[in-house]
């Protein structure tokens, strides 16, 4: 399927760049998680409109989204958050394969 010119115009193309924001209260490691698409930021985990088409890099979405998964953070609406101090250490300081 080929898209009209006036469609492909609005494409943007950027590579991803994904960014954890890590912050601690309450005795619980709260992680947030932000994908940039140039002049695009977005919350994976909330789904909100925008206003033109970006091409985004779903395979590395996922594998992010699935180290999350792996890190035993659960997984809020809006965020993750961790709150066992051992699983903290394996998250910073994973084991050597």
């Given at each position: 399927?080929t898209?009209?010119?006036?469609?492909?115009?609005?494409?943007?193309?950027?590579?991803?760049?994904?960014?954890?924001?890590?912050?601690?209260?309450?005795?619980?490691?709260?992680?947030?998680?932000?994908?940039?698409?140039?002049?695009?930021?977005?919350?994976?985990?909330?789904?909100?409109?925008?206003?033109?088409?970006?091409?985004?890099?779903?395979?590395?979405?996922?594998?992010?989204?699935?180290?999350?998964r792996?890190?035993?953070?659960?997984?809020t609406?809006?965020?993750y958050?961790?709150?066992?101090?051992?699983?903290?250490?394996?998250?910073?300081?994973?084991?050597?394969?």
């Amino acid at each position: 399927m080929t898209l009209p010119v006036s469609m492909t115009n609005q494409l943007v193309k950027t590579p991803l760049k994904a960014k954890l924001y890590l912050d601690r209260v309450n005795n619980r490691l709260l992680a947030g998680l932000e994908f940039h698409y140039e002049g695009v930021v977005f919350n994976p985990l909330q789904e909100e409109p925008v206003s033109f088409m970006i091409v985004r890099d779903e395979a590395k979405e996922e594998a992010i989204l699935q180290s999350m998964r792996d890190s035993q953070f659960t997984e809020t609406e809006s965020g993750y958050y961790m709150h066992n101090e051992a699983l903290e250490y394996t998250f910073f300081i994973p084991s050597a394969p």
